[in-house]
């Protein structure tokens, strides 16, 4: 089942668990919803899809708005924001464009908010 909405998709996927097991966006399939939380994910997977992952053959262009950069500055605790760059470094590539970076903390720091982007425009 899909769902089309303005700035995102809801996915209904249905699958038999790979041999070997299987982790992502979705959870591990191990049948224990208390370790699929999205922080769970976070700190098993990282908050990024690696490009050997992706579905598609690119990525979509990141973009980081000024009404994002005040939510992560106002409302990211200061302990969120540093362990959230932290990871990002980590994960990505040393040549990963600022904003690339700064989403990437957006996401560490409110990921577990489905609408993140729709608080982040009534910054103004």
Known sequence: T???????????????????????SCGNFNGDPADDTTQAIFERIGARVTKDDLLFNHFAQISFTREEQDMLRNRC????????????????????????VNACVFDRC???????????????
Not at 84 to 99: D, F, N, V
Not at 112 to 122: C, R, S
């Open 2 to 24: 899909v769902f089309r909405w303005g700035n995102y998709l809801d996915l209904t996927l249905e699958m038999s668990p790979l041999p070997g097991g299987q982790d992502g």
């Open 77 to 100: 605790s200061a302990e969120r924001l540093v362990e959230g760059e932290l990871k990002c470094r980590q994960e990505l590539a040393t040549s990963a464009p600022i904003a690339e």
């Open 110 to 124: 409110f990921g577990m908010d489905e609408h993140a982007l729709q608080t982040a425009k009534t910054f103004t």
